[in-house]
Structure formats: C-alpha cells, structure tokens
C-alpha cells in the first residue's frame, strides 16, 4: 500500500527558532499534500494544501508567514514553522494519494510532535 | 463538505460487535461517506469508504440507508487493539479527487477486556 513517512517523528525546540518538518511519500506520486495539525484530546485542523510546483493554499485563519509550506517535488513537501512559540506546540500530520485514485482516500505520516520551550 | 453527527465516545468489550452511526443530513448526490480510524499519536488510517447499500472489506463493513442521510461502520469482534478515535467524512466524489479532508469531532471507542 501507499506510504507516507515524515521527519522528524519528533522535535523540541527553543522559543524563536524555526523548525522544519518533512513529508515523503515513499511509493507514489503526489500532486498535492495536506497539513494537519491537532492538539491533544482535539480533532485534526487542516492547514494547508501543499501544491507541487506552485504555491500552497492556507485554511481560513492560517497564518502562511508562519507556516511556509514548500513543494519542491512530487514526492516532498515540508512545513516550516517560523519563529516558533510555545503555543505551536502541536501534532503536525501530513497525507498525500496517489495521483491515479479516484477515491476520497488519503494516506496520512506518522506525524510530528512539536514541543517549544 | 457536508457535516457529520457522531456520538463523542463509545465503550464495548471484546469479542463484541459495535456499531458506530454517522449522521450526515446535508449529504449531496455526489458525497462518498468515508471512515478513518486513529490511534494515539499516529496519523489516521483509511478503514473503509462508501456510497450506498453496504461495503465489507476485512477491516470493517459499512452500512449505508437508501436516503443516505446516515451510516453505520460496523467493526466486528472487537479487540483491544481497536481500541482508538473513528471519523466519519462525507464529501464530494469530485473534490475529493483532490483529497482535501475535513475532520469532526470523531467518535472515540474504548474496548475493555
């Protein structure tokens, strides 16, 4: 089956300092990634869509200085968290399908759990 | 995207059927109703998707009324291990092509021993 990884699984960073997070998709192509983000107890909020070749497009109240998105090839796209604070902590999550499926099916990572001090 | 009812939290035992209902009143012609399951600290899985009657794969089945306004996923003999929170998505066959998701609240399931 299709298979998405992310890296880092995990990341603690200080107050003011970027992080940047990976999403691959290992064994297919893909067009376009989503962003997720969830705290704990909480459902998942998408963020962004990661457009290969072309700007990402940001959710309604997602700042996109903050979150740099980029889409540099079909099988990469990373998240940027700038400047980072502590209220960016968070379970970041990406997916990605395969550009021949036809169905509302999406592959997510593992995840991300960004912790800033 | 149409939104989705489901009940916030749901206990069973092992070896136990459960059934976990959708509602999804707006639902329009070309939404395909769609479950994902998360454990803790991982991304969701895709269990199962469906547009009417009923769809079985090994995982689960999913029941599906002819006014489509809800569903039922259906996970049989429950274990420990299904132990996790259940989202139901609807959404348009055509935009989905896209893959956008947006999640409710989901549905967490507890089995005890």
């Known amino acids: 089956g299709a298979v998405v990884s992310q890296h880092p699984s995990w990341v603690i960073c200080k107050s003011g300092t970027s992080v940047k997070i990976e999403c691959r998709s290992l064994?297919?192509?893909?067009?376009?990634m989503f962003w997720y983000r969830q705290f704990p107890k909480q459902s998942l909020m998408l963020m962004a869509t990661?457009?290969?070749?072309?700007?990402?497009?940001?959710e309604q109240g997602v700042e996109k200085d903050k979150f740099l998105i980029n889409h540099a090839s079909l099988t990469l796209s990373t998240l940027t968290v700038t400047s980072a604070h502590p209220e960016d902590s968070s379970f970041y999550i990406c997916?990605?399908?395969?550009?021949?499926?036809?169905?509302?099916?999406?592959?997510f990572g593992p995840g991300t759990r960004l912790t800033v001090t | 995207l149409a939104k989705t009812t489901q009940p916030i939290s749901m206990d069973s035992y092992e070896g136990q059927e459960v059934n976990i209902t959708c509602s999804h009143n707006n639902i329009a012609t070309n939404d395909y109703i769609t479950w994902y399951q998360q454990f803790p600290s991982q991304g969701p899985r895709f269990i199962i998707q469906g547009y009417k009657t009923k769809v079985t794969n090994e995982v689960a089945s999913l029941f599906i009324p002819a006014d489509r306004k809800s569903s039922t996923l259906s996970l049989p003999r429950v274990s420990l291990s299904d132990t996790a929170v259940y989202y139901c998505?609807?959404?348009?066959?055509?935009?989905?092509?896209?893959?956008?998701?947006?999640f409710g609240q989901g549905t967490t399931l507890q089995v005890k021993p």
């Open positions: 064994d297919f192509q893909a067009t376009t």
């Open positions: 990661s457009n290969e070749g072309s700007k990402a497009t940001y």
């Open positions: 998505l609807v959404g348009d066959g055509r935009e989905s092509n896209t893959g956008k998701l947006i």
């Open positions: 997916s990605a399908g395969p550009r021949d499926s036809n169905r509302y099916e999406q592959y």
